[in-house]
């Protein structure tokens, strides 16, 4: 068997075999396939597709390529979340905390930015001293004694992913059907949780565009999880728009914070709690997703969550001041006013343009190499269905560089679309998937 082979097979539209799979992932992440033929390879499959066999071959073998997480040190029934990534998702900073102060373990590992879209890795590291990587001894240290922790994905839970994912971000390959569900399962399955909330974003600002295929993704997902024992559940959620007004990674863990303290904005608010309450109830401490979804309101009105979020911070060397202190994170010092040139209704703001432009910022990377500016992003200021006057600012977007500024600000132009028609926002949660 050779690389160019298996990629022409591929590229031809044939059907491979788990020896041919096993064979490019294997060789890519023993070093022994070079990073361009892979890159052939994923874009072959991007155009060509895998068939459902082909899927669950491609999940097993990335899920083998490394260590399955015993989590059994851990207390309790471990429900982990995953979203199919999207623009300003900081759903986990939030529900993580809420679903713990309800008594559902959070032992979680997570993912960087990806695309366009951000990871809950790099927002946290917009903690000062918050470390994401700590000794497995102390992840489940941390978990038994605050119920949370969350660190980045270790190398020994699916390498072949964490390269392969590295790789697709760079090669325009990420957003295929069978590479995100083989990509998000293999982790999770090597993850060790019990059971898993999916949430599977459709729209603009989403690998899957249109909500058929995002049920596709979902129900695939649903199903290799619960043919590995786990017990599963899908959200399908609009990514027409980013959530909430943040974009970036420390403009989203001030979001977060105000999420915590009962004052952030609806559409992230209400996903984090729905969120929350089905993993409630998937951790058998409510009777069903409504009593879970209750349990979580409760918790955010409290302020438990925002205690349990302070505790998750400290516990993993984050200045927990940050809670009460926003100057304490950082923000880049120029910043961008863009305004709207006429009066109207904002008609559409495209979720993944405000995604590229973010990451034009800084608060993204453009190549595998490139360090976050963690102060960099996008502050929304309107989003759909708001009414606007000419002149008004329509977010604010922040830097450390003049260029990167200007680029970013031309991008964030095109996100918004002000016309004389009133809109509603987007329907957030569109079905779930049991
Ligand atoms: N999230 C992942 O973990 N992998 C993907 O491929 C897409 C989103």
Do not use: W
């Not at 008594?103 to 993912?111: D, E, F, H, L, R």
């Not at 990587?133 to 699916?158: C, K, M, P, W």
């Not at 305004?339 to 190549?367: C, H, N, P, W, Y």
């Not at 600012?393 to 970013?408: F, G, P």
């Amino acid at each position: 068997m050779n690389a160019v082979e298996v990629i022409v097979k591929k590229k031809a539209g044939k059907k491979l075999s788990e020896e041919e799979l096993k064979y490019m992932i294997e060789g890519f992440t023993s070093e022994g396939i070079p990073d361009y033929q892979m890159s052939a390879f994923l874009m072959a499959v991007c155009l060509k597709g895998l068939d459902e066999e082909e899927t669950v071959a491609f999940t097993r073998i990335m899920k083998n390529s490394g260590d399955i997480a015993d989590l059994s040190a851990i207390k309790g029934r471990k429900i982990d979340k995953h979203s199919t990534g999207g623009v300003g998702d900081k759903t986990t900073l939030i529900l993580s905390p809420i679903a713990a102060s309800c008594g559902v373990p959070i032992a979680k590992m997570s993912g960087r930015g990806l695309g366009f879209t951000g990871g809950t890795i790099d927002k946290l590291e917009a903690i000062p001293g918050f470390r994401t990587s700590i000794e497995e001894a102390d992840f489940y240290r941390l978990v038994n004694e605050n119920g949370i922790s969350v660190i980045g994905q270790t190398a020994h839970i699916a390498p072949a992913d964490k390269k392969i994912y590295a790789l697709r971000d760079v090669t325009g390959t990420v957003d295929n059907l069978s590479l995100i569900t083989s990509s998000i399962m293999s982790k999770k399955l090597a993850s060790g949780a019990d059971g898993i909330v999916l949430d599977v974003k459709c729209g603009k600002g989403a690998f899957m565009k249109s909500e058929e295929d995002a049920v596709r993704l979902a129900e695939l997902m649903v199903k290799i999880g619960r043919a590995d024992g786990k017990a599963m559940k899908a959200l399908i959620t609009d990514m027409n728009q980013p959530l909430g007004l943040a974009v970036g990674n420390s403009l989203e863990v001030r979001e977060a914070i105000d999420v915590l303290k009962g004052r952030g904005p609806e559409d992230i608010t209400e996903i984090s709690v729905k969120l929350a309450g089905h993993m409630i109830h998937m951790g058998g401490k409510a009777e069903s997703a409504d009593e879970g979804i209750a349990m979580a309101e409760e918790a955010l009105n409290s302020g438990a969550a925002l205690e349990k979020f302070k505790e998750f911070a400290a516990g993993q060397g984050g200045d927990d001041r940050i809670v009460d202190d926003f100057s304490l994170l950082p923000l880049s010092g120029k910043t961008y006013e863009l305004k709207a040139d006429s009066s109207g209704f904002v008609e559409d703001l495209d979720a993944m343009m405000i995604g590229e432009a973010s990451g034009l910022t800084g608060a993204g990377r453009q190549t595998k190499e490139d360090v976050i500016d963690h102060g960099a992003g996008i502050l929304l200021v309107k989003k759909i269905g708001d009414r606007v006057e000419k002149g008004d600012v329509l977010c604010t977007i922040y830097s450390s560089d003049e260029d990167k500024l200007e680029r970013a600000a031309t991008v964030a132009s095109h996100a918004y679309l002000i016309g004389s028609r009133e809109v509603s926002p987007p329907e957030l949660i569109r079905s779930v998937i049991e």
